[in-house]
C-alpha cells in the first residue's frame, strides 16, 4: 500500500493545490537527471556543458569538445528508482549527434482482484520509458542550436500508453564576462492514451432481466492526456574563471503548461577541474512544492590522451517525503 501511495505521488505530481494546473500524461519526463545538474537545483538549461545538456538543452551538446556518455541512477521513494544514460559524439563540423534512455522503474507490485483484494501471488513491473535521439549544431562561434526526436512510453500491467515528441533549444554565449543565455522546449508531441486488454470488461447491458447475457464484452473508455509541455530560459555565468578555481552560478525560469511558473537557482565550485562542490533550490515561488534545497559533489579526471571520466552525487530535499540521492558516472573520450 506504502508504494502504490508514493507511485499515485510521482504520477500525479504537484497537480494538487496549485493554480493553472492541468492534467497532463507523463509526468516522468519532468523529472530531472544528473547528479550534477541536480545538485546545481536543475538550473542547467544555459550551463548545459555535458551530456545531460540532451535533456535540458540539446544544444548545449555542441559546445562539447569531444564525445562523452553519462549514466545516473537515482533511488526515489518505496524502491522507485529511475535511470537515465546517454552518449554524444562530435562529428566536427557536420555537428553533434546523440542518444538517451530515461527509464522510471517502480517495483513489482503484486495484482490484486475484486475477488481476492490482498493480492493473487502475481507480481508486475509498471514502468515509464524514453528513448531519444538528438542533433546539435553551432550556426556561429556564439550561438547553437539543437533538437530531440523521442518515443514515449508508459505501461502498467497490461495496458500501455505511447506518444511521439521533440524538443527543441537554442545557446547563445555572449562576450560579457562569459554570460551564457539558454532557452529549450521540451515535450512536444502527441496525446497520450491508455489502451490494452486490461481495459476490456464483462458488462451486464442489464441487470433487471434474467436470462439474457451477462457477458458482454465492453471496452473502458480512456482519455486522452497532453505531454507536460515545459518552455525553460536561463542564464549562466562563470563569476570567476581562474586558472586554479571556477564559479559558475545559474538560473532558469520554467514555465510548464501543468503547473504554475517557477525559478530554479544553483552554483558550482570547482577547484583545479579536479574537485566540484555544488549547491542550489528547486521551485522557487511555486506554491504547495515538496521540491527545495539540493546539494553535492563531483570528482574529475583528464588523462593526457583526452579519456577522462567523472564521479557526481546528488542530493535533493523532498519535504515530507524526506530526499532523494543520485549517483552519476561519466566518461570523455
Known sequence: MKKILFITIILIGNLIGQTKVGSTAAPFLNVAVGSRAIAMGGAFVATANDVTSLYYNPAGASRMESGGAYFSHSRWFADITYNWAGGVVNLGDMGVVGLSLTYLDYGDLEVTTLNEPEGTGEFFNPYDLCFALSYAYNLTDRFSVGGNVKYVNQKIYNTTASAVAADLGVLF??????????????????????????????????????????????????????LPLTFRIGIAMDVVNAEMHRLTVGADALHPNDNAESVNVGAEYCFMNLVSLRGGYKSLFLDNTEEGLTLGFGLQYMFNNGFGFSVDYGYQEFGILDYTQHFSLGIKF
Open 173 to 226: 554565449i555572449s562576450d560579457i564576462y562569459g554570460l551564457r543565455i539558454g532557452a529549450s522546449i521540451s515535450n512536444f508531441g502527441t496525446d497520450m492514451k491508455l489502451d490494452g486488454k486490461d481495459i476490456y470488461v464483462q458488462h451486464d447491458i442489464n441487470s433487471q432481466i434474467y436470462g439474457n447475457n451477462d457477458q458482454v464484452l465492453a471496452k473502458l473508455n480512456t482519455e486522452s492526456y497532453p
